[in-house]
Structure formats: structure tokens, C-alpha cells
């Protein structure tokens, strides 16, 4: 597709599951980045990857929460443990190069935690 | 009970009527500042976006005017149109932090018939 793909769209849970939520980035696209919003806290950064780099985590709100890029391509990011307080949605957003390009959003995910 | 949300301001314009959405950033070191459009259910929407070297920038039916001095951004809309009803997001980019986003709260613009 031309844009940012995430699924699933929508995501309700229990309370202590472990969720995957996953994001298809604009081919060619080396930066990816993951961000959560959420009504108390607006739009928050959570991890971001530029190429064969080591991730930056510092936006991780716990260790329950991680991310990966395989390949360079697709993003998974994990929730484990859920709480209510993941309830949000999470948006990927990829770019081009690196610091400095525009950075185009998904759809996001819809996650509910009961 | 119900949670307390994000209160959002709000904008309410006339269809044909030109809007003006302002955001005020944080970080003297910004250099890449970014509008973003968001409808309901969807995920932001690049608008427009200006480099620090600039003070005006245009687009279609868009303006975007950056004051460095005294750390002031706005989105002008010429002619509003219903369609244009959405929550507005300036967002500065900071280079040395990987280009993460750093949003402002957002303006909720609902457009009169």
C-alpha cells in the first residue's frame, strides 16, 4: 500500500493479557516510530528505530512494554501484562531518512483493556 | 467512573471564514516544526510543516508563520470548509533527540454551515 498499515484496527483485551500490536511501514522508509494517544496525556513518544541502530527506548513508559523491527520492515510492538492504563491508541509513523523528515502516520490501533 | 480527558481548545469558525490555530513550543533548539490534521478514528495527517530558517511558509488554502523569538507557531485556513472540522496538532521535531515528535494538546476546529 502507499501508506502506513497497522493492525489490528481495533483490540480489546483482559486485564494481564500480553497484546501485539503491528505496524507495516512506507516501503523504503528507514525510520519508524511508535507513539500512544491517550485522553490524559495526549500524544506521547514511545521508541523509535532508524535503520540497523539501536532502537531509542527512552519513551517506554514500563518494561512491560517493547517493540521490534525485523528486517528493517515491519515493527511488532508488545504489551505485556496489560493494564488498564495501556488503553490508548498507538500510532506508528514512518520516514524516509532519519532526524529532520517528515514523519507520515498510520491508522493506529485501538487498544482496550478490561 | 468517568475519566477526565485531555481538555482540548476549541475553535468554532463559519464555513468561508478564515481560521487561525496558534501553539506555543517548548525547545529553543527545535528547527523542524510540523501541523497535523486529525479526523476522528484516523491517525494524524501532514498538513504543512517549516524549517527554522523560515518565518512563513504556504500551501494550499494553508499558512504557516513561525516566531522564533518568542517561540510561537500558527496555522492560518483560508475559506474554511466543513471538511477542515478536525483536531489540529503542531508538533516540533528535535534533531539531536532522533526526531522524535513533541506534540503540542491539539485545537478541536468545528466548521459552522
Known amino acids: 500500500g502507499a501508506g502506513v498499515s497497522q493492525s489490528p484496527s481495533n483490540k480489546v483485551t483482559e486485564k494481564g493479557k500480553d497484546v501485539e500490536l503491528r505496524c507495516d511501514p512506507i516501503?523504503?522508509?528507514?525510520?519508524l516510530y511508535w507513539y500512544r494517544q491517550s485522553l490524559g496525556q495526549g500524544l506521547e513518544f514511545l521508541i523509535y528505530?532508524?535503520?540497523?541502530?539501536?532502537?531509542?527506548k527512552s519513551g517506554l513508559p514500563s518494561d512491560r512494554f517493547s517493540a521490534e523491527r525485523t528486517g528493517g520492515s515491519v515493527s511488532t510492538l508488545t504489551i505485556q501484562r496489560t493494564q488498564q492504563e495501556d488503553s490508548a491508541v498507538y500510532l506508528c509513523a514512518t520516514a524516509l531518512g532519519g532526524p529532520g523528515d517528515t514523519q507520515y502516520f498510520g491508522p493506529g490501533t485501538r487498544l482496550t483493556v478490561l | 467512573g468517568e475519566s477526565v480527558g485531555l481538555h482540548l481548545p476549541t475553535l468554532s469558525v463559519q464555513e468561508g471564514d478564515n481560521s487561525i490555530i496558534n501553539c506555543a513550543y517548548s525547545?529553543?533548539?527545535?528547527?523542524?516544526f510540523i501541523w497535523y490534521k486529525q479526523e476522528s478514528g484516523k491517525g494524524p495527517q501532514f498538513i504543512i510543516d517549516?524549517?527554522?530558517?523560515?518565518d512563513k511558509r504556504q500551501g494550499q488554502r494553508v499558512t504557516v508563520l513561525l516566531n522564533k523569538t518568542v517561540k510561537h507557531l500558527s496555522l492560518q485556513i483560508a475559506a474554511t470548509q466543513p471538511g477542515d472540522s478536525a483536531v489540529y496538532f503542531c508538533a516540533e521535531n528535535i534533531p539531536t533527540k532522533g526526531g522524535k515528535l513533541i506534540f503540542g494538546q491539539g485545537t478541536e476546529l468545528s466548521v459552522k454551515p
Open positions: 516501503s523504503g522508509h528507514t525510520a
Open positions: 528505530f532508524q535503520g540497523n541502530s539501536a532502537p531509542d
Open positions: 525547545n529553543s533548539a527545535s528547527d523542524y
Open positions: 517549516i524549517r527554522s530558517n523560515m
